[in-house]
């Protein structure tokens, strides 16, 4: 499917590890993945070491890009992908600044849901837990509604292409997220209950928006 802009959209469907894995085309334009996950997992960012996982016997995959973990739930979250190539304008080289123009994307997104109050944040806060838990740090173009995350931002990069992984959370359940870490700690338990600003919205309403907020 092509939108305006020279975006080719692509709907993906596998387990959370295969969509992980995918690698853009080296000669990628522009390209937004909107994933179908078809489990439930609790994904842990490249530093993070194994034992951050209270069991894997309930889904534990491993992404390759940095940051705290994130629970994918099919129904609870919606996942898009973004990948460019390095000759689009949109290109930054500074991976501090490189998601910033995603972030207003997914601020006007939000907006078009009826979430009118993002923040797209400029720079990276770990805070106490974030590199344990994703949506309790702050990173560039993840977008803030309150002083929570609405839209978690991570990106992988290679020497022509750019793939950003973001996140939303239609629905938030930070007790059962907090079940599957090994910390144990009530200071991340109680962090997690405000962590994110879910969006109720179909995904298919998210997907729409999205793609008609991405740059012409």
Same mark, same amino acid.
């Given at each position: 499917?092509?939108?305006?802009?020279?975006?080719?959209?692509?709907?993906?469907?596998?387990?959370?590890?295969?969509?992980?894995?995918?690698?853009?085309?080296?000669?990628?334009?522009?390209?937004?993945?909107?994933?179908?996950?078809?489990?439930?997992?609790?994904?842990?960012?490249?530093?993070?070491?194994?034992?951050?996982?209270?069991?894997?016997?309930?889904?534990?995959?491993?992404?390759?890009?940095?940051? *705290?973990? +994130? /629970? =994918?739930?099919?129904?609870?979250? !919606?996942? #898009?992908?973004?990948?460019?190539? %390095?000759?689009?304008?949109?290109?930054?080289?500074?991976?501090?600044?490189?998601?910033?123009?995603?972030?207003?994307?997914?601020?006007?997104?939000?907006?078009?849901?009826?979430?009118?109050?993002?923040?797209?944040?400029?720079?990276?806060?770990?805070?106490?837990?974030?590199?344990?838990?994703?949506?309790?740090?702050?990173?560039? *173009?993840? +977008? /803030? =509604?309150?002083?929570?995350?609405? !839209?978690? #931002?991570?990106?992988?990069?290679? %020497?022509?292409?750019?793939?950003?992984?973001?996140?939303?959370?239609?629905?938030?359940?930070?007790?059962?997220?907090?079940?599957?870490?090994?910390?144990?700690?009530?200071?991340?338990?109680?962090?997690?209950?405000?962590?994110?600003?879910?969006?109720?919205?179909?995904?298919?309403?998210?997907?729409?928006?999205?793609?008609?907020?991405?740059?012409?």
């Amino acid at each position: 499917m092509s939108a305006g802009g020279g975006w080719t959209i692509r709907r993906l469907s596998g387990t959370v590890e295969e969509l992980h894995g995918l690698n853009p085309d080296p000669d990628v334009d522009r390209e937004a993945w909107l994933m179908s996950p078809h489990e439930t997992a609790l994904v842990l960012g490249s530093a993070q070491p194994d034992h951050a996982a209270a069991s894997h016997e309930a889904g534990v995959v491993r992404r390759r890009s940095a940051g *705290g973990a +994130v /629970l =994918v739930a099919p129904d609870d979250s !919606v996942w #898009i992908d973004v990948v460019i190539g %390095r000759s689009d304008p949109l290109w930054e080289s500074d991976v501090n600044q490189a998601p910033l123009w995603l972030g207003e994307v997914w601020a006007a997104t939000l907006a078009s849901l009826g979430v009118a109050n993002g923040e797209v944040f400029d720079r990276y806060e770990p805070g106490p837990w974030g590199r344990l838990a994703c949506f309790t740090s702050r990173g560039p *173009g993840e +977008v /803030l =509604v309150s002083g929570s995350k609405a !839209v978690g #931002i991570t990106q992988r990069r290679t %020497r022509t292409t750019a793939r950003f992984q973001t996140l939303l959370y239609r629905r938030w359940a930070p007790e059962e997220f907090f079940t599957r870490l090994a910390e144990s700690s009530e200071q991340l338990r109680v962090a997690l209950l405000t962590a994110a600003w879910p969006v109720d919205a179909h995904p298919d309403q998210v997907h729409s928006a999205f793609i008609s907020c991405l740059p012409r």
